[in-house]
């Protein structure tokens, strides 16, 4: 066989004199250049043994399980949550029924800012793009008819995730669950607030600290919990790149563990029950890329950097998410095709657990009909594809793991700046983020306007579509939020509650860890924004500065 | 004449989502418009009083949490209040097509959808301000 430059100027070129390659960009949406064709040459100092093992073992690039989908698919998990906590316990109740097999709770923006329902800054906003939880007693609504030892629950909440973990356990444990039983996983991924979502409440620092709590505080008490999911969903949604994603994302799980490591805790206790949550999107083998390269990073950090011993902190477990931004208001069941292609990278990179967004997304929140059709997606690909036959189908491509080595080259390089700028925290505070994400997503605009790139149904193929019918919040919400709110500070032991919001504020000054005093609060029946309102006061609130 | 158009980018409320919001104001500011974006969390009357003292042609808020009536009511109301009725309002984000002719009858322009492209709101902001101009 003729070396690969060879065959290039050659057969390609002549090739390409007969008909010229098309005027588009050959890269990927990362801006990693494609070549035409790729070959063992690619692969040059590739060693199989060593940057893929087989599946289940170190690095794990092929996937944690051995067995993978042959022994159990993954969890198909649905992102819901709307209005009141009867309307979203209602809605929970359909998507089991309709198959699913985890639940995924969004909350509505006060909750995750750290407000009650009654509070000015919320008006506008109660169970809009989420549900309304100001108290246990919410919760308790919620999960109403719901066994939490039999069905896992992941809560994305970040700045009160501790807040709102501790009401999660108190309404288990109120209706004699034993904890050590009851799986979930709770967001609290505050660094990629900070870098992307920006649903922060408190500074950095103090933000950090809370996290490293429930690190502390997780492994002895609610053992099944991930009580992290490492977000790089949020950073690309906000613009960056799958390369800046998974950098970023990386970046932010490391420094957690340095800071639980300074705490002193043992590497081995907290490390297995870290989790990842990645989005997918449109570029197909470098979302599946992506996925590879990041368990081998992790592991090898995880192995090789910080010395852990116990494989399980090794292993990258990763929720996905299809890409909200990637949804076009236009033409919306176009977006059907987007998701199931998504979801496929998705498995095809060994997801754990998967939410496929609804094709109604970019024009409100889905409805039960378009959420029911985004399950039997993940449904159609679990059973009729045949894609779940056999663990990590695509290794030895030339091209899947030349990418593969390439995600992670540009993932270290990203690691080094952060690490001059002085570590995550520091290149928060300095803008490094917020221009990168900024750029990138500036980048990718210019391209969609000049139709350098084409969004099917956005600056090509333009066309009336017939109008969807689309999900809307009942305004009411609000008044059976106060009036339940409004009955808990009436009813609780006010004795008791102020005990333990007292409590809280204490182990918040003294630097002792919050949860136990969070767990007290949840029992007392605290309203989320009493508790949000001491730790305001011990920790202050930060502002970002403002870059455009 | 000549005196750049002078845009304030707005994020109203709890929502962060600020892609749009910067990609637009950087395309505005790109196209020699001056432009001032508020950063995050925004109250009505933050953003009315930036909008007087910094004498702005328009105001673009960005909402993606559903919360659009309320924050396009409270600062059109606002502007009217500080006799700024002149300053034109509009805005992108996630606003279903059934809000529409509320938010017209309130006086606010122009709201931009996912997938628009920024010449398509550049082009909008030049005439819609000149617009307002002559008729003043």
């Known amino acids: 066989m003729k070396p690969k430059s060879r065959w290039l100027a050659e057969e390609y070129a002549e090739a390409t004199r007969a008909l010229p390659e098309r005027d588009v960009p050959f890269e990927t949406l990362s801006g990693i250049p494609v070549e035409p064709v790729y070959t063992h040459e690619d692969l040059e100092g590739f060693d199989p043994e060593r940057d893929l093992g087989y599946p289940g073992s170190f690095p794990y690039t092929r996937g944690v399980r051995a067995s993978m989908y042959r022994g159990r698919l993954w969890t198909m998990r649905m992102f819901a949550g709307f209005g009141t906590a009867e309307q979203t316990n209602e809605r929970f109740k359909k998507l089991l029924a309709a198959g699913q097999t985890g639940l995924s709770t969004a909350f509505d923006l006060p909750t995750l800012m750290g407000y009650d329902s009654d509070h000015p800054m919320a008006l506008g906003e109660v169970g809009k793009c989420g549900v309304a939880v100001s108290s246990l007693a919410d919760m308790e609504v919620l999960f109403d008819g719901i066994d939490p030892e039999r069905v896992t629950t992941s809560m994305t909440i970040n700045s009160p995730a501790n807040a709102i973990w501790a009401m999660y356990l108190a309404m288990a444990e109120r209706r004699g669950a034993d904890l050590s039983k009851v799986g979930g996983t709770i967001q609290n991924d505050i660094l990629k607030e900070f870098i992307a979502q920006k649903e922060y409440i408190f500074p950095p620092e103090p933000s950090v600290r809370l996290v490293i709590d429930t690190f502390e505080w997780g492994p002895k008490h609610a053992p099944r919990f991930n009580f992290v999911s490492v977000s790089g969903y949020h950073i690309r949604e906000a613009g960056a790149t799958a390369a800046q994603e998974l950098a970023f994302t990386l970046a932010d799980g490391i420094h957690y563990v340095r800071k639980a490591l300074e705490r002193g805790l043992d590497i081995d206790e907290f490390a297995p029950r870290i989790s990842f949550f990645f989005n997918v999107h449109n570029d197909f083998f470098e979302e599946i890329a992506k996925f590879r390269a990041a368990r081998r990073i992790w592991a090898r950090q995880m192995r090789d950097v910080f010395g852990a011993k116990d494989p399980r902190s090794w292993m990258l477990r990763t929720h996905a998410q299809t890409a909200g931004v990637s949804l076009t208001a236009q033409q919306p069941l176009v977006n059907v095709a987007r998701v199931a292609i998504q979801a496929l990278a998705a498995v095809l990179g060994g997801t754990q657990s998967l939410h496929t967004d609804s094709f109604d997304e970019a024009l409100a929140l889905p409805t039960e009909e378009a959420a029911t059709l985004a399950l039997r997606t993940q449904q159609v690909i679990a059973h009729e594809t045949g894609v779940t036959n056999t663990v990590d189908p695509l290794a030895g491509s030339y091209y899947l793991e030349s990418l593969t080595n390439e995600m992670e080259r540009r993932a270290l390089e990203y690691f080094e700046r952060i690490d001059e700028l002085g570590g995550v925290e520091a290149a928060i505070e300095e803008g490094f983020f917020a221009r990168e994400i900024g750029d990138a997503s500036w980048k990718y605009q210019r391209e969609v306007d000049e139709k350098r790139r084409i969004v099917v149904g956005v600056n090509e193929y333009v066309q009336e579509f017939p109008e969807v019918p689309i999900q809307l919040v009942d305004p009411s919400v609000v008044e059976v939020q106060k009036e339940r709110l409004a009955r808990v500070r009436r009813e609780r032991d006010q004795a008791k509650a102020q005990a333990a919001l007292a409590e809280l504020e204490a182990a918040a000054k003294e630097g002792r860890n919050t949860m136990p005093a969070f767990m007290a609060c949840a029992h007392a029946y605290c309203t989320l924004g009493e508790q949000m309102d001491v730790l305001r006061k011990v920790f202050g609130v930060y502002q970002e500065p403002v870059l455009i | ?136």
């Open chain 2, 1 to 136: 004449m000549d005196r750049k158009i002078r845009v304030l980018i707005a994020k109203p409320g709890l929502d962060g989502h600020d892609r749009g919001a910067k990609v637009i104001a950087r395309a505005l500011r790109d196209a020699g418009m001056e432009v001032v974006y508020t950063g995050l969390r925004q109250t009505a009357e933050m953003i009315v009083s930036a909008a007087v003292q910094e004498d702005v042609d328009a105001v673009g808020l960005s909402v993606l949490s559903g919360a659009h009536m309320h924050y396009f009511r409270q600062v059109v109301e606002g502007l009217r209040q500080k006799g700024a009725d002149d300053v034109l309002v509009f805005g992108g984000g996630i606003v279903p097509d059934q809000d529409l002719p509320e938010l017209e009858s309130l006086g606010v322009g122009r709201i931009f959808g996912p997938g628009t492209s920024t010449e398509e709101v550049v082009a909008y902001v030049r005439e819609a301000v000149a617009q307002r101009a002559a008729q003043r």
